[in-house]
């Protein structure tokens, strides 16, 4: 088959020279374990499928109609969750949907935005896409946030947290420095990966999530998905929480753009999901578990493990070869991140898998490992 030839000459000049953003790799292989998307190794709530079902056995004739363009039932639900008002809740389809709303409605060409340099790749792709220029602020040494370091003049900030793909998480107490400090600002706490997040003071889980500071702050508006906790990252569906002025500047965009985002069996399923408590509170359980597994496993083997409070570790190999070790583990149908790029490119990213991923990829690494030895003898 011939390669095919793409002719630009009718193209817009913001699509010729827009670098669109590369998703995690899709591969097709027979027995593959896959590790580096952050899909959660779980399936969705049971309710969700019933709740679909429904709508296709009972009211499918109704998919000839438009779908609630607020989805209503689904925000009333996140709401009751979070003890919001809906006017404080708004969903999209998919985060990254939610996200290049945010930028559109926020973020000014006038005024750069913040963002930290090592964080998730879309953020330079909607800053190129929307015109806004973004400032990148380095992380630490440790791959840690320093808030002091965004004492400068902006339109927005925007930060991943857990922040991805190192998985570190940075505190509310440096959330709220950083909104007392940019008034005029819209502080964007992107929460993909928060429900996996774990901060105990004693015996008791401490809150984490920047939703709880939304009231307090009318600039800090928070991000969410479906797709990782929730095990619904082919529904496609995510929200964001803010003031309720924050969340009518959504809205307005959306409706200027895509007033129907979601549809019946999207807002059918999401909702179930979001009522199915015990069930999302037993996986995510699950998940973190796991992720303590894994990186005990990993640390035995001399990886350097960061402190993850998402559903991946990101870790640096003894030798600091991650290409090579992700090479050859992609031999071997092993599939995980890794990002070639300055700083980060002796790590890999690997996806919180089931026992019996996460144990393949470990008896995989020691094999690797023993082999490297005998090599040197």
Sequence with gaps: MSELKIDTRLWSSKARNLSPYVPGEQPKHDNLCKLNTNENPFPPSPKVGEAIAKVLEQQASDLRLYPAPESDDLRSALAN????????????????????????????????????????????????????DLVEIALEEDFSIDPDAYRQPCSGIIIANPNAPTGLLLSLADIRKLAGEHTNAVIVIDEAYIDFAQVQEGDVDTQVSAVSLINE????????????????????????????SLIEALTRMKNSFNSFPLDKLAQAGATASVLDTDYFEQMRE????????????????????????????????????????????????????????????????????????????????????????????
């Design 286 to 377: 699950q998940v973190i578990d796991l992720r303590q597994s894994l990186t005990a496993e990993l640390t035995t083997l001399d990886y350097n493990v960061l402190p993850s409070h998402a559903n991946f570790v990101f870790a640096r190999p003894k030798e600091g070869n991650a290409s090579a070790v992700a090479s050859a583990l992609r031999e071997q149908g092993i599939i995980v991140r890794h990002f070639n790029k300055p700083r980060i490119n002796e790590y890999l990213r690997i996806t919180v898998g089931t026992a019996e991923q996460n144990q393949r990829l470990i008896i995989a690494l020691k094999a690797l490992e023993a082999n490297a030895e005998v090599a040197t003898i």
């Design 217 to 244: 702050y009318d600039n800090i508006l928070v991000t969410q998905t479906f797709s990782k906790s929730r095990s619904l990252a082919g529904l496609r569906v995510g929200m964001a929480f803010g003031n309720a």
């Design 81 to 132: 969750i979070y003890d919001l008002d809906t006017s404080q809740v708004f969903v999209g389809n998919g985060s990254d949907e939610v996200l290049a709303l945010v930028f559109a409605s926020f973020f000014l060409k006038e005024r750069p935005i913040l963002a930290p340099d090592i964080s998730y790749s879309f953020y330079p792709v909607y800053a190129q896409t929307f015109g806004v």
